[in-house]
């Protein structure tokens, strides 16, 4: 079975400085995908950056980059010059093959940005 | 494009009452998904559709029904609501072939329901 875990139920960052959010993953199938999602006091869930398991370089997507650990199996998602915006949950989530290729996701962390 | 629509946003039931969620997607993706969101659990996925006329349980389906009508419609039907069905529905779409392999789901707004 496949297992997320996301062990910080909150952070807090000042604005401009960068945050980690940790992600930790459980899998015996060798190719899967992982994603982050943002999801605002609104309610959307908004994609953010994916991370293949085969890929060898770590993805970036503006200002979000994943530290992708194969061996430790982790994916944390770094997030650079915080801004207000930024307040909001954060999702980490896998996939694995299958027909569904449907996502099993952590239970989230609540960032909050500080002026 | 609207992506994906959900209705209504906001349902209170009484116990035992029935209601149908209903999802729409307007980017001819083949895949579609429930997923319900209750604090401290993240999404968990209720069922799924691969295709049009194919419907399979994941891994919370106990209590619900879908029907996938055509390719754009997946709907979740509560015939029975229980308080423990409170919760914030997402329906999502995917793509059979995105981005760089990315297959990312897309998702819908949301419905925010309380059982009594």
């Known amino acids: 079975a496949q297992k997320i875990t996301q062990t910080q139920p909150g952070m807090f960052v000042q604005e401009k400085e960068a945050v980690t959010l940790d992600c930790t993953y459980d899998t015996s199938d060798p190719s899967y995908g992982l994603f982050w999602y943002k999801q605002p006091s609104s309610g959307e869930m908004i994609f953010l950056i994916y991370q293949g398991s085969y890929d060898q370089q770590n993805a970036t997507e503006g200002r979000y980059s994943l530290n992708f650990q194969k061996a430790r199996k982790s994916a944390n998602l770094v997030i650079s010059a915080s801004q207000l915006g930024d307040s909001a949950m954060y999702f980490c989530?896998?996939?694995?093959?299958?027909?569904?290729?449907?996502?099993?996701f952590g239970s989230g962390t609540q960032l909050t940005v500080l002026p | 494009n609207a992506g994906v629509t959900q209705t209504p946003k906001f349902q209170v039931l009484k116990t035992g009452q029935s209601m149908t969620l209903q999802c729409a997607q307007d980017m001819n993706h083949n895949s579609m998904y429930w997923y319900r969101q209750d604090p401290g659990m993240g999404l968990r996925l209720i069922y799924y559709s691969a295709s049009e006329g194919t419907t399979d349980k994941g891994e919370v389906p106990n209590g619900y029904n879908v029907s996938r009508l055509n390719k754009r419609e997946f709907s979740l039907r509560l015939e029975s609501a229980a308080p423990s069905q409170t919760s914030v529905y997402f329906c999502a779409s995917r793509p059979d072939r995105g981005l760089a392999g990315v297959h990312e789901q897309y998702f819908g707004p949301g419905t925010r329901l309380t059982v009594t």
């Open positions: 989530a896998m996939r694995v093959p299958g027909s569904a290729r449907q996502l099993t």
